[in-house]
Every structure is written in structure tokens, then in C-alpha cells.
């Protein structure tokens, strides 16, 4: 039976010349105190930066607002989780017994932070155009997709531009709460819509995606009262 690791690093089409980073990477800090939460934040931004030089390269005409939009189509944790799937991630990452008995092997944060993980292992293991091309590699067919020429506008965008198309004051937002640990908070956004009667509430993991869901809340509000 083959290895696992050494399936993935098939999948991967890049084989380490240091196994121990690619283990490092496949293990959650809930299974080890040595683990890969730093590789995940080298990997965040190996990601923005890589992704931001393909979307360049390849868009030519396209304005810095619409690149930025298009980079956050492709680097999010859907899509990198969508790639974590594909590479069976899930069967792989080492987890403590709890974070492995609750899902954690099919929860979209475990399997997209794997991703970036491993992004930055390799950059680690052999420098950035090999990160690069394994960057192309996992999300190069997203970069490309003709979607992405006409990237759909987020929810916030949305309903600022609705605000100022109707003549009425820009939405407010506020966080009114923030729970939970440092590295694993939840904030709790209000969102205040002239139009709207009652104030619009979201929650995320950030603030800014706490924001976007009290947006597409107030949207969808708007739209079905009419307001």
C-alpha cells in the first residue's frame, strides 16, 4: 500500500526534501504543542502574494479594486477548504482524540488552514517558485475561471452602493461583542440601515466577516420588505 504522505505529495506534484516540514503541517495544534499554526500565517500570505501575481498576469485590464475582489474569490477558506477536501487532507492532519471525534476532519477551517500549511512548508523546503508553482498548481484553474473577469461585488460593496444609488446615509457598523480565545474569537457586529426599522445584526470570525453577513442580512432584509 502506498504511503499516504507520499500520495500527497503525488497530488501535490512537489516531493519535500525534508519530510519533517510536510508532518509539521499535517498537524493541528490541537494533537501537538508543535504545530502548524505558523505555517498556516507564512502561508496566508504566501497565498495573497502569489495569487495577487497570477490575477495581475493574467488580467491585464483589470482595475486594483477588481483584482483585490477577484483574490478574495480565490483565496478563502471555501475554496482552499475545496482543495484541502480534494487532497484528502481530512484523512491525513493529526488531531487530538476531541477535535477528531467532533468533525474537525471535515470542518472547512481544519482542512483550508492545512493548505496554507502546506504552502508554506514548501516555500520553506525549497523557496518561492516552487511555492509558486504549487500555488498554480492547486488554484491555477480557479485564477483562470471566467468568472473571475466579472467578479461578483460582496455584500457590503452591495449595499453601499444602494445606499448612495437611493441618495441615504452609508450603513454603520459596530461590534457590540467578542468572544472566545485570541486565536479563536467570534465578534458580533450590528449593522444600523436608514431604511431599515431594526437594527441588523452578523457574527464571524472576523470583523470584516462579521460585517459582510450583517450586510447580506440587511440586503436580503431590504429586499423583502420592500424598504
Known sequence: MTDPLARLQQKLNYHFTDLA??????????????NNERLEFLGDALL??????????????????ELSRQRAAVVNKTALARVGSELDLGAMVQLGTGEAKSGGRQRQSILADTVEALIAAVYLD??????ADLVEHLLGELVRSPGLAEPEKDAKTQLQE?????????????????????????????????????????????????EQRAASAALALLQETGA
Open 21 to 34: 516540514l510536510a508532518r509539521l503541517a499535517l498537524t493541528h495544534r490541537s494533537a501537538s504543542r508543535n
Open 162 to 210: 444602494l445606499m448612495q444609488s437611493r441618495g441615504l446615509a452609508l450603513p454603520q457598523y459596530q461590534v457590540v461583542d467578542t468572544t472566545g480565545e485570541a486565536h479563536d474569537q467570534t465578534f458580533y457586529v450590528e449593522c444600523l440601515v436608514k431604511p431599515l426599522a431594526e437594527v441588523v445584526k452578523g457574527k464571524g470570525n472576523s470583523k470584516r466577516s462579521a
Open 126 to 131: 525549497a523557496g518561492l517558485d516552487p511555492c
Open 48 to 65: 495573497d502574494f502569489i495569487v495577487a501575481e497570477l490575477l495581475f498576469q493574467h488580467y491585464p485590464d483589470a482595475s486594483e479594486g
